[in-house]
């Protein structure tokens, strides 16, 4: 874990695509259409059989990305994604042995928390950025904003159901330092190679003011 670098990465931009690659091949173009729009951390989910194939190619090929791998949830997915150069690691949840898996590797891990109960146990752990997952079911904005007066001291990134419709709401928040989400790439963007479209998303994205 480090706090400082996981900072930094989150804080370029205001937002963080979530993507599911299915072919790696449209890893390189796309991280570069969402690097063109001003999205630099780059979230890649390993729910793919492209996934870490993409990490790779992204974090080899891409200038100005920071490729990180998500959905890791466990040891070995940890590992894998080090290992193909992801340079942070995002989790929906986390349990005790993620959390010894995290302790092993250098890698900035962002973990996911959806109640006061896991945040706060997280904090414990020295995680005062947390992933807030799922977003707008867990309870969106006025959950978020509920958090903020007994939790000072922890900031999130949520994540799950957020669009260009509600991502300001969540951004004005002062406990927010950026939002996740998929829609800056959808798939029949992706699929169809509309690059010129998802950096105009990406610009969009990037554009949204910050509270935080
Ligand atoms: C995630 O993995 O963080 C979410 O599935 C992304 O959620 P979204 O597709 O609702 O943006």
Request: with cysteine; proline share 8%.
């Amino acid at each position: 874990m480090s706090a400082p670098q996981l900072e930094a990465i989150l804080r370029a931009a205001p937002v963080v695509p979530v993507l599911m690659v299915e072919d790696w091949r449209s890893a390189v173009p796309l991280a570069r259409a969402l690097v063109a729009g001003g999205l630099t951390a780059i979230e890649i989910t390993l729910r793919t059989p492209a996934a870490l194939e993409a990490i790779r190619a992204v974090a080899a090929e891409v200038e100005g990305a920071q490729a990180g791998a998500g959905t890791v949830l466990n040891h070995h997915q940890f590992a894998d994604a080090v290992q193909a150069g992801a340079r942070f690691v995002v989790s929906p949840g986390v349990n005790p042995a993620l959390l010894e898996a995290a302790d092993d590797f250098e890698a900035p891990f962002l973990p996911g928390s959806s109640t006061a109960s896991e945040a706060m146990m997280l904090f414990e752990h020295g995680y005062a950025l947390q992933k807030f997952f799922p977003a707008e079911p867990a309870g969106g904005v006025a959950y978020l904003k509920a958090l903020g007066s007994p939790l000072p001291g922890i900031r999130f990134c949520p994540t799950g159901g957020i669009d260009a419709t509600n991502a300001a709401s969540y951004l004005a928040l002062p406990n927010v330092v950026c939002v996740g989400g998929s829609w800056v790439a959808p798939r029949e963007a992706v699929a169809g190679g509309d690059w010129g479209h998802i950096e105009k998303l990406a610009r969009d994205a990037a554009s949204l003011g910050r509270g935080a």
